[in-house]
């Protein structure tokens, strides 16, 4: 009597799907070099670009649906004394964990306030029900600095301005300094799209310094 051939079940041919594409991005890591096993190991790269020492994550947000990327995007605040990083990555299953996009803010010239911004497209590829997520980074080194104010200009001939706060409780402290990230979403993906403003404040409200545009 003959044995019964058995068949593979559904998790083992998910099991064995995922080891292949392991497979295939260890090979393309290791022989092409275009992309990553961790999403970390892309912010490493950024380090040994940047010459700046090692960045400390500070915070990480997923943002799903990145036009460029088709797909999600894990972004990334990290620093250090002397620069701070946000860095969009994203997982291409033919070459792994890849950069999206690196703005790179320097922290070392003695300011109270650093800032900066950028921003994601998202939506569908064919134009429809496209916005852009917009973030302001930045780094707070004056104890006295309790609030931060941003003016952005958006629309064709940035005609519309947009007022954000952000406070002292919601900034993540690393050392003797203070990080922010702050998100908004603007409907479309044209037309300017720019921080005009940036004023910081104490717990009386007396303004402490403002910067126009980012640093």
């Not at 036009?67 to 999600?72: K, P």
């Not at 941003?150 to 007022?163: A, K, L, Q």
Request: hydrophobic share 35%; aromatic share 10%; glycine share 10%.
């Amino acid at each position: 009597m003959s044995r019964k051939t058995k068949l593979p079940t559904r998790r083992r041919t998910a099991r064995g799907r995922i080891l292949a594409a392991l497979v295939m991005l260890l090979f393309t890591n290791q022989i092409l070099h275009t992309g990553y096993l961790l999403p970390r190991q892309v912010l490493r790269e950024t380090e040994e670009a940047l010459g700046a020492g090692h960045l400390r994550v500070i915070d990480s947000r997923w943002e799903p649906a990145v036009a460029e990327t088709h797909g999600s995007c894990l972004v990334y605040l990290a620093g250090n004394e002397y620069v701070t990083v946000l860095e969009g990555t994203y997982l291409s299953f033919a070459a792994g964990w890849t950069s999206q996009s690196t703005r790179t803010l320097l922290c070392d010239t003695g300011e109270s306030l650093y800032v900066e911004e950028d921003f994601f497209t998202c939506g569908g590829a064919d134009g429809e029900n496209r916005k852009r997520i917009y973030y302001l980074f930045g780094r707070v080194d004056d104890p006295d600095i309790q609030r931060l104010e941003f003016e952005i200009r958006s629309g064709e001939d940035g005609e519309n301005t947009t007022c954000l706060t952000s406070t002292r409780s919601a900034w993540m402290a690393n050392g003797g300094s203070a990080y922010f990230l702050v998100r908004q979403e603007f409907e479309g993906d044209r037309g300017r799209l720019d921080l005009r403003r940036t004023a910081a404040y104490d717990e009386a409200g007396r303004i402490v310094t403002a910067v126009a545009g980012g640093t």
